[in-house]
């Protein structure tokens, strides 16, 4: 079945049963994320200050689940003015810059080969045919010829991406870079057609569902990892995504949005989520204890109690199922020695691990501080699990953390 037809029996679907083409209750698109990421405002953390004109952004995507067609969302969500989108193109990489032959797709936006993303909004572009593998690297290029202004980012992508020379270069099989990057910028997510039984898994957090100390390029954060778990455990129909932010917190804007204030756009209005996984908290404890100058000015960095964490994990159990959606809550990992840690934080610590423990107030729960912690230090993370700054794991922390995984939680 061609696009058109099957796009037509899904909307029309959705239109019958009164429901959101792009929520968690679309139970009937066949469109699910195989790539997302959280979009932060400009200047909310590292990398974000940049902005664009006359160059090719060719940014690097790794797939969860495969489809037989495709489209990007583009996003000016914190934009101060408009961005105008001259040109997008969609490939399977090759290597670092370049593309593989025959794989490049033109991306047009309601019929065009360009648009204009208002302040405030995202864009979709339309579906285009194209196999796309599951576990695969695609090459997204977008051209914007005119000034964007500070730049809507992801500041810590954890995987290189490209900025060309000046021009339209997005059909270029080997773009001419002039710098690299290791943030992403406008590009939101990236969605397969995989068929009416597919669903999306959303992995909510901070810098350490955002791969924060997992090697750069190698897609080995926790989710990432998790995806080949459910995929040989379900089949090839379950999407795995991360809306993880380096430096989020539950109830404190600092690198993106408060996660109270992200959680419906991030977590719950990508097509067919079935779950989410909250893994939030640790930097609502630390930023509490850091020292002057570590923190851009302005920055509330009062001190929060167990109880109003636990009150901010409430929202999101209340938000998800009122959509309709499972979540599990995930203990915060030790954090002792990575200079934000403290007496105080690490009770708080416990007193919140405990709640998503033995409340029974989320609909499962992942141990990943048992996952990760030293037998002979629990506050500490085990030597050989922390990537160097004893708060980020490591590749093999990050392993032992979807191995802890109980993969019936999300049936």
């Known amino acids: 079945m061609g696009i058109h037809s099957s796009v037509m029996r899904a909307v029309l679907a959705i239109v019958l049963a009164g429901g959101l083409a792009f929520g968690a209750q679309a139970a009937e698109s066949p469109w699910v994320p195989t790539w997302t990421t959280a979009i932060s405002p400009p200047g909310g953390g590292p990398g974000q200050t940049p902005a664009y004109e006359d160059v090719t952004l060719r940014q690097i995507v790794h797939t969860s689940v495969g489809g037989s067609a495709v489209r990007v969302q583009v996003s000016n969500i914190f934009g101060e003015q408009e961005v105008r989108l001259g040109g997008a193109a969609i490939a399977l990489q090759a ?6 032959d025959g794989s490049s797709r033109a991306l047009t936006f ?16 339309d579906p285009v045919d194209m196999e796309v593998p599951a576990f695969a690297n695609l090459a997204v290029s977008l051209y914007f010829p005119e000034k964007t202004g500070p730049a809507n980012m992801h500041g810590t992508a954890i995987q290189t991406n490209y900025v060309s020379t000046p021009g339209n270069h997005v059909t270029a099989a080997t773009l ?23 669903r999306t898994i959303v992995a909510f957090g901070d810098s350490i569902t955002d791969g924060m100390g997992s090697t750069v390029s190698a897609n080995h954060r926790w ?12 089949g090839d129909k379950v999407a795995v995504v991360n809306e993880g932010i380096s430096g989020n917190r539950v109830l404190h804007d600092v690198a993106g949005q408060n996660g109270i204030a992200r959680f419906e756009r991030d977590a719950l209005s990508w097509p067919n989520v079935s779950h989410v996984i909250v893994l939030l908290g640790i930097n609502d404890i630390g930023f509490a204890n850091l020292p002057a100058g570590r923190l851009p000015p302005g920055v ?6 167990a109880q109003e964490i636990i009150a901010g994990h409430r929202q999101f159990i209340a938000k998800a199922h009122a959509r309709g959606v499972k979540i599990i809550g995930a203990t915060l990992t030790p954090y002792r020695g990575a200079g934000t840690d403290s007496d ?15 409340s029974g107030e989320y609909d499962g729960i992942i141990d990943f501080d048992a996952a990760v912690r030293d037998p002979a230090n629990p506050a500490k993370l085990k030597p050989d699990f922390q990537s ?17 995984i109980d993969l019936s939680l999300l049936k």
């Open 95 to 100: 290597q670092g810059a370049a593309i593989r």
């Open 110 to 125: 309601s019929g065009q080969e360009g648009i204009t993303v208002p302040p405030g909004a995202s864009v979709l572009s």
């Open 176 to 198: 001419p870079v002039a710098t690299e990057m290791t943030s992403s910028a406008f590009l939101s997510g990236v969605m397969v057609m995989a068929g009416d039984d597919a």
């Open 223 to 234: 989710p990432d990892l998790l995806a080949r778990r459910v995929a040989e455990e379900f």
């Open 300 to 305: 509330d960095t009062s001190p929060v109690t």
């Open 344 to 358: 105080a934080g690490e009770a708080i610590r416990q007193a919140v691990n405990k709640w998503i423990r033995e």
């Open 388 to 404: 160097g700054d004893w708060i980020h794991p490591s590749d093999a922390g990050y392993e032992a953390m979807v191995k802890a």
